[in-house]
């Protein structure tokens, strides 16, 4: 069974930064292209950035390029997100997903003073 | 970025009866490899978004056979062949043919009458 299971959400100042974290099992994790999406209160589903099985190439939504980075340790089946520069607008729900078919519970995000 | 405009926005259906919602993208959904990758998806209040249908029409394991997608080009259309009670929630479309980014529609209410 895929599981997907997101840590590393929190209350953070503006301007801070915050690294979220998604393990995987279940499937061939470095077979698979992983992506985050996010979903802020009340509102749609937005697409944050993807990484290809390897690691070697990453594309960032323009909302987020420049402070956010995605990576992926496939030796330990792990996602990350590392975010940085926070700001309101960040504040949200991040789903780790498996090629946006299979979604994690998601991990919550605030930016507050 | 490709637009992903859904209808409508809000939609109450009487349990047992059908239900239909309308996707249309800003440019056609139709990649060089012959595939469109437009697909599906549901999130029932409180949950993780679930993908019901990939590449148009092709369900996800699992998903009843009430649920089918159909469409081509620019226009898709998700229904539902009689509503249940656990159909409650939101649905969006999303796009993966232009990427990045990927883009989501804004999602359709479906409530019980």
């Known amino acids: 069974e895929v599981q997907l299971v997101e840590s590393g959400g929190g209350l953070v100042q503006p301007g801070g930064s915050l690294r979220l974290s998604c393990a995987a099992s279940?499937?061939?994790?470095?077979?698979?292209?992983m992506h985050w999406v996010r979903q802020a209160p009340g509102k749609g589903l937005v697409w944050v950035s993807h990484?290809?099985?390897?690691?070697?190439?990453?594309s960032y939504a323009d909302s987020v390029k420049g402070r956010f980075t995605i990576s992926r340790d496939n030796a330990k089946n792990t996602l990350y997100l590392q975010m940085n520069s926070l700001g309101a607008e960040d504040t949200a729900v991040y789903y780790c997903t498996r090629s946006l078919g299979h979604w994690g519970q998601g991990t919550l995000v605030t930016v507050s003073s | 970025d490709v637009v992903m405009t859904q209808s409508p926005l809000s939609l109450p259906v009487t349990l047992g009866q059908p239900a239909s919602i309308s996707c249309r993208s800003s440019q056609s959904l139709l990649y060089s490899d012959g595939n469109t990758y437009l697909s599906w998806f549901q999130q029932r209040p409180g949950q993780s978004p679930r993908r019901l249908i990939y590449k148009v029409s092709k369900r996800d394991s699992g998903v009843p056979d009430r649920f089918s997608g159909s469409g081509s080009g620019t226009d898709f259309t998700l229904k539902i062949s009689r509503v249940e009670a656990e159909d409650v929630g939101v649905y969006y479309c999303m796009q993966g043919t232009h990427w990045p980014p990927w883009t989501f529609g804004q999602g359709t209410k479906l409530e019980i009458k």
């Open positions: 990484i290809n099985s390897e690691g070697s190439s990453a």
């Open positions: 279940g499937f061939t994790f470095s077979g698979s292209w």
